[in-house]
């Protein structure tokens, strides 16, 4: 690990200051991504911005019309364990705790978790070509060992998927996030458009500017119709996921295909045309595609969702 500084924000206005006053500056709260990223010499950050202990950046609130703002700050555990959550956002609290193992969760913040980077590796592996990590070298996981990658919206630059569980919830859910910029500039939009295609600069993944701190996501009031979260996997224990469905109401999102959580608007659009589960998955997996190895995907991913689907109609009626 390459030698770096540190301080503690007191609030969040400090936090985007000292961001932008410090090159080469990274925010840190739960850590369980960046300090991996930073072993690796993946990260190699000058200097960390500690925000994991903002106490107002950590709470959870309800808001005027009956949804939910959840801090930025907050643990991934607070949140499942939230009764309001939990009650009016099961599809959230079942990604939550999909994700991760508990003791990542007690850590992982609700802004570190929206912002981790891929699991791809090649994107780990500093010997291997990767234009999410060094741009322009190539994307060894075109022509190698490709099982994980992306099935929707890849490009030849990156083929690399989003690993985040919530995110795909938060997505279904219409959540927004609200961030605070360097100028001390607050803007709000929805979560899914936080995150951005690879197209031919993957290694630029959000739409944040450098020293954006999220400081909440605000979860809209629950949406009518059942809610539901499934995910696939090679094994139940410390394994990445292969495929995600999240459903609420007559949202769904998809986590895993992608290089972003990825919101299924023609299935949705299917669905609101009184298409069966099948067809409606179907239509959003047309245009899917696989890279060799990862063709059994589009299958497991048209299964899943079908079941998810099917699966919170029934908790509707």
Same mark, same amino acid.
């Given at each position: 690990?390459?030698?770096?500084?540190?301080?503690?924000?007191? /609030?969040?206005?400090?936090?985007?200051?000292?961001?932008?006053?410090?090159?080469?500056?990274?925010?840190?709260?739960?850590?369980?991504?960046?300090?991996?990223?930073?072993?690796?010499?993946?990260?190699?950050?000058?200097?960390?911005?500690?925000?994991?202990?903002?106490?107002?950046?950590?709470?959870?609130?309800?808001?005027?019309?009956?949804?939910?703002?959840?801090?930025?700050?907050?643990?991934?555990?607070?949140?499942?364990?939230?009764?309001?959550?939990?009650?009016?956002?099961?599809?959230?609290?079942?990604?939550?705790?999909?994700?991760?193992?508990?003791?990542?969760?007690?850590?992982?913040?609700?802004?570190?978790?929206?912002?981790?980077?891929?699991?791809?590796?090649?994107?780990?592996?500093?010997?291997?070509?990767?234009?999410?990590?060094?741009?322009?070298?190539?994307?060894?996981?075109?022509?190698?060992?490709?099982?994980?990658?992306?099935?929707?919206?890849?490009?030849?630059?990156?083929?690399?998927?989003?690993?985040?569980?919530?995110?795909?919830?938060?997505?279904?859910? /219409?959540?927004?996030?609200?961030?605070?910029?360097?100028?001390?500039?607050?803007?709000?939009?929805?979560? /899914?458009?936080?995150?951005?295609?690879?197209?031919?600069?993957?290694?630029?993944?959000?739409?944040?500017?450098?020293?954006?701190?999220?400081?909440?996501?605000?979860?809209?009031?629950?949406?009518?119709?059942?809610?539901?979260?499934?995910?696939?996997?090679?094994?139940?224990?410390?394994?990445?996921?292969?495929?995600?469905?999240?459903?609420?109401?007559?949202?769904?999102?998809?986590?895993?295909?992608?290089?972003?959580?990825?919101?299924?608007?023609?299935?949705?659009?299917?669905?609101?045309?009184?298409?069966?589960?099948?067809?409606?998955?179907?239509?959003?997996?047309?245009?899917?595609?696989?890279?060799?190895?990862?063709?059994?995907?589009?299958?497991?991913?048209?299964?899943?969702?079908?079941?998810?689907?099917?699966?919170?109609?029934?908790?509707?009626?």
């Amino acid at each position: 690990m390459r030698p770096f500084t540190y301080e503690r924000a007191a /609030d969040p206005l400090a936090a985007v200051k000292a961001a932008a006053e410090t090159p080469n500056a990274r925010f840190i709260a739960g850590g369980t991504n960046l300090l991996d990223l930073m072993k690796l010499e993946i990260e190699r950050p000058a200097h960390l911005v500690d925000v994991g202990r903002i106490g107002e950046l950590a709470r959870i609130e309800d808001t005027a019309d009956g949804g939910l703002r959840i801090g930025g700050m907050a643990t991934n555990s607070q949140v499942a364990a939230d009764a309001r959550v939990r009650a009016r956002y099961p599809v959230l609290a079942e990604a939550i705790v999909a994700g991760g193992s508990p003791q990542l969760r007690n850590k992982a913040s609700v802004g570190g978790n929206l912002l981790q980077r891929t699991r791809c590796a090649y994107f780990y592996d500093t010997a291997k070509p990767c234009n999410k990590r060094e741009p322009g070298s190539g994307c060894g996981a075109l022509e190698g060992l490709n099982r994980n990658s992306a099935i929707l919206g890849a490009s030849h630059a990156c083929i690399a998927t989003h690993p985040s569980d919530m995110a795909v919830a938060m997505v279904a859910l /219409d959540a927004r996030v609200e961030t605070l910029s360097p100028a001390g500039d607050a803007r709000r939009f929805i979560v /899914d458009e936080l995150h951005r295609l690879p197209g031919e600069t993957p290694h630029i993944e959000t739409h944040l500017v450098p020293g954006e701190l999220i400081t909440a996501v605000v979860l809209p009031p629950p949406p009518e119709g059942g809610q539901v979260y499934r995910k696939a996997r090679d094994r139940a224990s410390y394994a990445g996921g292969l495929a995600s469905v999240a459903v609420a109401g007559g949202r769904v999102a998809l986590g895993m295909v992608a290089h972003k959580p990825w919101r299924a608007a023609d299935a949705e659009a299917a669905l609101s045309g009184g298409a069966t589960a099948e067809e409606a998955i179907s239509a959003e997996l047309a245009q899917a595609s696989d890279n060799g190895r990862n063709g059994f995907k589009v299958t497991l991913t048209a299964r899943l969702g079908a079941a998810a689907i099917d699966e919170a109609r029934g908790k509707a009626r």
